[in-house]
């Protein structure tokens, strides 16, 4: 036997190893596009978190204007894996125990554990919709912070329906923050809570005003337009002939809201 067919034939067997030990370790089931893993999660939650999984699919696609775009099949669904508590999730993932669950974009993969707060009205819908926006414009696009958060934000039922009222008091108490000043903000060091609540009510505010005020295909023409890697002026024209830059949509913004 060569030098080469035996270093091949090792490589295989380590791999099939791999993969039966992973295959013992978990179980899986699958649906039209996703793949759950869970260890001793109880079958009924795994079966609401595929029902789930799948309705949040649906709608957020629907929503964006991606439904035409479904690249989420056989071996491109995304995974979500079930650990069977809050320890061994915190272990494996190194997340901080009050998260909740995590997400790896380029992995399309989510973590989490049963019965984790706010899994299901918060997590799962703003994280599919950070992975499905991202694979659509792209992972290495360079987007405002506003946008990418405004995006999954605006999944989530309460953040989208409250936002406006957050946005409106702002604009009433002097506190405002313009597009030009909102993609400057820097949330990672920020102690502040409710710069931090201000910054997500506006960006999922926005987002919800250009995706129900304007046709969806102005969305995916402008998302279309970020991926070629259009300056996002360039490509927020494209996509919404009527806005030449920033300015102007903020100024149309403000005056949805005023009239809202």
Known sequence: MSKKLFIILFLLGVFLQHNLCFAKEWNSHRSSHFLVYYKKAPEDFIDEVIETAEEYYRSITSDLGFTRFDEWSWDERAKIYIYDDLDEYVKATNQPSWSGGSASYSEKRINTYPHASGFFDTLLPHELAHIIFREFVGLRTNLPLWLDEGVASCQEKA??????????????????????????????????????????????????????????????????????????????????????????????????????
């Open 159 to 260: 953040k989208r329906w409250g936002s406006a009222k957050v946005v409106k008091k702002a604009i009433a108490d002097k506190k405002f923050i313009p597009l030009t000043e909102l993609e400057k903000v820097s949330l990672r060091s920020s102690q502040d809570k409710d710069l931090v609540e201000l910054f997500y009510a506006e960006s999922a505010n926005i987002v919800y005003f250009l995706l129900t005020e304007f046709n969806r295909y102005n969305f995916v023409d402008f998302c279309k337009a970020l991926k070629e890697g259009k300056k996002f002026d360039e490509a927020l024209h494209k996509g919404y002939p009527r806005f030449d830059n920033l300015e102007d949509l903020n100024r149309a913004w403000i005056s949805y809201l005023e009239n809202e």
